[in-house]
């Protein structure tokens, strides 16, 4: 005869669904913004939303998993929650982008850094001699893995206490030693004004101390404030 049984629990897969609020910086239409859930594991999958005017986002029937959430929009710089598990219906932390580009670097960098863009050093970039590289305060620097900044020409700062500059990981879930760190080698001048470090193998190696003026040097090695 004919069998016929009613699936469980067990065997249907759970749908979750996932929202939010994103915000565009200055703005008061925060539509348009594309959030991306890129899987991480296996039973995650792919799905891609968007902002409505209020900044409100849903994502729904995402299977159950891990999920990076990704936020961009042209003339903004993207930002990312990483590492997120969705086990059942959730809302994630409101998001703000702000104005602003992205832009890579590799090898011979001068000229200034501003505030108004995320940069990710994706080669070794080097100041070279008599050469200067100004960075704004409220500057962002990323480093994609085992890349470092070396500093042989003149590298300035215009930070300050409330303003000051970053050098991170370039990595979502970030881990000491993912990038090498500073390395000044025979510089003309150095200023490292109000500069904060993250999860360098070494944030900063001197090679020849001359002309090289530190000023609120911080160096974090976890993703926490203490």
């Known amino acids: 005869g004919l069998l016929a049984f009613a699936p469980t629990r067990s065997m249907a897969q759970v749908l979750v669904d996932v929202g939010g ?15 991306y859930f ?5 039973s995650a999958v792919e799905k891609t939303v968007y902002s409505d005017s209020d900044g409100n986002y849903l994502a729904e029937d995402l299977p159950v998993g891990i999920y990076n959430v990704r936020f961009s929009l042209d003339g903004y710089v993207p930002d990312v929650i990483p590492d997120n598990f969705f086990s059942s219906d959730s809302t994630l932390t409101t998001i703000e982008l702000r104005a602003g580009g992205v832009a890579n670097l590799a090898g011979n960098i001068f000229g200034t850094l501003s505030s108004d863009t995320l940069y990710v050093v994706m080669e070794d970039a080097i100041v070279p001699q008599n050469q200067v590289l100004v960075i704004e305060g409220g500057t962002e620097v990323q480093f994609e893995a085992g890349k470092k900044l ?10 300050t206490e409330t303003d000051t500059v970053l050098f991170t990981s370039a990595r979502d879930i970030k881990e000491v030693g993912d990038w090498q760190g500073i ?6 001048q150095v200023e490292l004004r109000h500069l904060t470090v993250e999860f360098a193998t070494l944030p900063l190696l001197v090679r020849d101390t ?3 003026v530190i ?3 911080r160096n974090r090695m976890m993703d926490i404030e203490t």
């Not at 890129?38 to 296996?42: D, G, N, R, S």
């Not at 500093?151 to 700062?157: A, C, D, P, T, V």
């Not at 390395?183 to 003309?188: H, M, S």
């Open 183 to 188: 390395e000044v080698t025979n510089a003309q």
């Open 150 to 159: 070396e500093i042989r020409g003149s590298l300035l700062m215009e930070s």
């Open 21 to 35: 609020t994103a915000l565009l910086e200055g703005q008061e239409d925060h539509s348009g913004i594309e959030i």
């Open 215 to 217: 000023d609120d040097f």
């Open 38 to 42: 890129e899987p991480v594991t296996a």
């Open 210 to 212: 001359d002309g090289v």
